[in-house]
């Protein structure tokens, strides 16, 4: 018991000093600190480079929009996509690569091209699609109470990019929809 007694009175003046040391402290502080900033700062990035993407995916869709037009500029070339784009053949090759013209490259694909007769309601100030796509373009847009108005024939390009965060582990944008989808439209005549 006396052995017992004088082990542990030898060992109190170690475990004070030990206790009271205020050596390193600092670095684990400033360790378990840091890891806390890290991750809103990893959110961040991850953030800012979603927000990036989607803006190359919106532009993409845009510029794709426009090489369609640019593709099927005179009203022969109308209405371009039926039968395997018969009337304006180079639409497909030239929306593809203006699609793959922002810094996303080739990882950005079109998805869908549709073609169809629009009248501007305005009442809502929305399109909404007038005849029979694509037969014959109805002649005025009567059919949604503006008889007055000539319904245009629009082209409605869909961009798509996978989108991967940088950080995924501890990244908030891993939970953002995945893939990126953006439309664009297009008057073609």
Known sequence: MMLAFISINRLLPSMRRY????????????????S????????????????WARMQVDNAAQVAAQAAWAACPTPINLPATPNAYAKC??????????TQSTRLGANVTVTATTENFYCINTGTNLLETVGVFPGTKPANCSAIGSASDIPGDYVLITTSYTFTPLF???????????PITRTAWMRLG
């Open 168 to 178: 995924s582990s501890v990244s908030v944008a891993a939970l953002l929809t995945t």
């Open 19 to 34: 206790l009271s040391g205020q050596r390193g402290a600092a670095a684990a502080e400033f360790a378990l600190i840091l």
């Open 36 to 51: 806390l900033l890290t991750i809103p700062l990893l959110n961040v990035i991850d953030l800012a480079t979603y927000t």
């Open 89 to 98: 053949p180079n639409m497909p090759a030239r929306v593809a690569a203006a």
